[in-house]
């Protein structure tokens, strides 16, 4: 069974600054990937960036980054230069192994971005 | 915008109701992921369909059945509703083709059952 846990409900950034989101999971499989989601509050879950479980490098899109530490079984987010629009609730998913490779989420963080 | 869609944007239904949710994946992609959100939660993982059969299952009840159609757009039918199928379904397209296989998700229908 795989587990994700985040353990920040709310998080509050001054506008410009960078925050880190935390996620930590849990899986016995080798290999899996790991997802952010950003889900403001009309819904839709947008996806944000992709770390796959053999990836050597620490992926980057624009101004988000994940900071994947895999002896710890971390894959925290990091958003650099937070905007206004940034203010969501933010997901940490990761994949199964298999063939369906569902999703699995974690509770998410609320981020507000303070102007 | 991910080209993922879904309709109806909201319902609301009776307990013992039976409801149709529909979704038109992402051009180039064949597979479809149903997820329900209760408030305040994670999206929990239904089904998905793969050319047009079920390729995994998630905890829920058969009351929750899917299709997949050959233009690989889906429906998640529930029967038999209950207060605690009020959530927020959202649905997915992903291709399966390697390792890194991201769902795309689509704007979601809020489901209100009284």
């Known amino acids: 069974a795989q587990k994700i846990t985040q353990t920040q409900p709310g998080m509050f950034v001054q506008e410009k600054e960078a925050v880190t989101l935390d996620c930590t999971y849990d899986?016995?499989?080798?290999?899996?990937?790991l997802f952010w989601y950003k889900q403001p509050s009309s819904g839709e879950m947008i996806f944000l960036i992709y770390q796959g479980s053999y990836d050597e490098q620490n992926a980057t899109e624009g101004r988000y980054s994940l900071n994947f530490q895999k002896a710890r079984k971390s894959a925290n987010l990091v958003i650099s230069a937070s905007q206004l629009g940034d203010s969501a609730m933010y997901f940490c998913?990761?994949?199964?192994?298999?063939?369906?490779?569902?999703?699995?989420f974690g509770s998410g963080t609320q981020l507000t971005v303070l102007p | 915008e991910t080209g993922v869609t879904q309709s109806p944007t909201h319902l609301i239904k009776t307990r013992g109701q039976q409801v149709t949710l529909r979704c038109s994946s992402q051009s180039g992609h064949n597979t479809v992921s149903w997820y329900q959100q209760a408030l305040g939660q994670g999206p929990q993982f239904i089904f998905q369909?793969?050319?047009?059969?079920?390729?995994g299952r998630g905890n829920f009840p058969p009351r929750f059945s899917g299709l997949q159609f050959p233009n690989y757009s889906s429906e998640l039918n529930v029967n038999a509703l209950e207060l605690d199928d009020s959530a927020l379904y959202l649905c997915?397209?992903?291709?399966?083709?390697?390792?890194?296989?991201?769902?795309?998700f689509g704007p979601g229908t809020r489901l209100l059952v009284l």
């Open positions: 997915a397209s992903s291709h399966i083709a390697g390792v890194q296989e991201t769902q795309y």
């Open positions: 369909y793969y050319r047009e059969e079920e390729n």
């Open positions: 899986t016995s499989d080798q290999s899996y990937g």
């Open positions: 998913a990761m994949s199964a192994s298999g063939s369906a490779r569902q999703l699995t």
